[in-house]
């Protein structure tokens, strides 16, 4: 059973998205051995100049650093990554199983973003779509996303 595990800054905070995110944690269990790791997002002012902004994203780079396991496959979703259908990320995430990869890890960052060197470090960018999200929707739409991706594979009715 492949490993998975999802990093990311923030924590969720509205019963809906603790819910919908529980939910797809749920149906998971089957599927993979899944991890959802939560790291503090770092405190701004309300109007952050660019240096602060910069200062935050690179300690939360290297908290995500120090949470990624080792030989681990690292996927990025970041709005300037490639989006993808359901169909090739159920492609992408068998290849990676196949491969013998160790451990494959989404990391989704605060409401900056993710440090430049996750992303230039990442095996794989991931957009979403190129509207905002709230990177708590994310996570979710992120975990529905893998959900699908292994009823696709299995061949299930419920990717119609």
Not at 88 to 100: C, G, P, V, Y
Not at 149 to 159: C, L, N, R, V
Request: proline letters at 4%.
């Amino acid at each position: 059973m492949v490993n998975i595990t999802v990093i990311c800054v923030g924590k969720l905070k509205e019963k809906f998205y603790v819910e919908a995110a529980a939910e797809y944690v749920k149906r998971l269990k089957g599927c993979c051995k899944l991890e959802i790791v939560e790291l503090a997002e770092q405190k701004l002012s309300k109007n952050p100049s660019l240096g602060e902004i910069q200062g935050a994203l690179e300690k939360e780079g290297d908290a995500i650093r120090a949470k990624l396991p080792p030989s681990s496959t690292v996927v990025a979703l970041a709005i300037e990554g490639r989006q993808r259908s359901s169909e090739e990320l159920a492609q992408m995430i068998s290849t990676w199983t196949h491969n013998a990869a160790k451990h494959l890890v989404f990391v989704i960052g605060g409401s900056y973003g993710l440090h430049p060197s996750i992303k230039a470090g990442a095996w794989a960018t991931l957009s979403m779509s190129p509207m905002t999200f709230p990177h708590h929707l994310a996570r979710v739409m992120l975990l529905e996303q893998i959900y699908r991706a292994f009823k696709i594979q299995e061949g299930s009715d419920y990717h119609k």
